[in-house]
């Protein structure tokens, strides 16, 4: 379903943000007080606003509640992505998320009701240390302290073999929730499903088992 995404400041983080949504075919609203941040997004969003986060009249104008999500991606200006987030808040925007800083800037988000609060340097940092500890895992999402999903290559040790026959929920406790093949997925793959040379295994578990998985299993 087509969703109504607005995202406010366009440095590196909101610009990748932007035009990967508009790729995936949804209308978005790039917002920035920068002019040639807002050129460069015009060929990669719905609409391109020269504006301040800050400036509630103007938000308000853009309609701004009525969008599905609104993502907040000012950077280095903690003062300003708070106060953007406290007019968005304050306006009715059901899902705001923004990018944090540091602690403290997460804190005061909480604090103003920010819907969700996001720090991807620390996160691409975790997923690229995972990937360098092991050549195996191409991709990382940390559920909680203690569960994740993760995104292993099929190595010879699995290959043509049933997920039958591999067990891995018997023997290391995790499940295959996904096999991507090229540009195939397969959701919920049978137990009869073949894992071939180079399949991505999208693996959810409890870190301990996913690790002994990746170590043992593979
Ligand atoms: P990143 O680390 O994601 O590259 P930057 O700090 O470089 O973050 O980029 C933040 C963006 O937010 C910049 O394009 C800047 O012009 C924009 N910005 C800063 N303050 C405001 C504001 N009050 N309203 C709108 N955009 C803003």
């Known amino acids: 379903m087509r969703k109504q995404f607005a995202v406010i400041g366009l440095g590196r983080f909101g ?7 508009y790729k995936l075919g949804h209308d978005v609203l790039a917002i920035d007080n920068n002019e ?27 309609g701004i509640r009525n969008f599905d999500y609104v993502i907040v991606a000012i950077g280095d200006n903690i003062q ?22 540091n602690y403290y ?5 909480e604090k103003i009701g920010a819907d969700r609060i996001v720090h991807p340097e620390q996160d691409m940092g975790i997923r690229i ?13 940390e559920l909680s302290d203690e569960y994740s999903i993760i995104e292993v290559i099929a190595t010879e ?20 929730l996904a096999i991507k093949r ?7 793959p049978f137990p009869s499903e073949m894992i071939e040379l180079n399949d991505i295994l999208i693996v959810i578990g409890h ?12």
């Open 182 to 188: 090229g540009n195939d997925i397969n959701i919920s």
């Open 80 to 101: 300003s992505s708070i106060l953007c987030t406290l007019i968005l808040k304050e306006l009715g925007v059901s899902n705001v998320w923004v990018k944090a800083q």
């Open 207 to 218: 870190k301990n088992d996913l690790k002994r998985f990746e170590e043992e299993g593979m």
């Open 129 to 141: 240390a995972q990937h360098l500890v092991s050549e195996k895992i191409v991709d990382y999402i």
């Open 15 to 21: 610009s990748s943000v932007c035009k990967e949504l």
């Open 36 to 62: 040639e941040k807002v050129n460069n997004m015009t060929d990669h969003s719905t609409h391109s606003v020269i504006a301040s986060g800050t400036d509630e009249s103007a938000l308000h104008s853009l």
């Open 157 to 176: 040790k699995v290959s043509n073999k049933s997920l039958d026959q591999l067990n891995v929920r018997a023997k290391y406790g995790c499940t295959i």
């Open 105 to 109: 800037h997460h804190r005061v988000l």
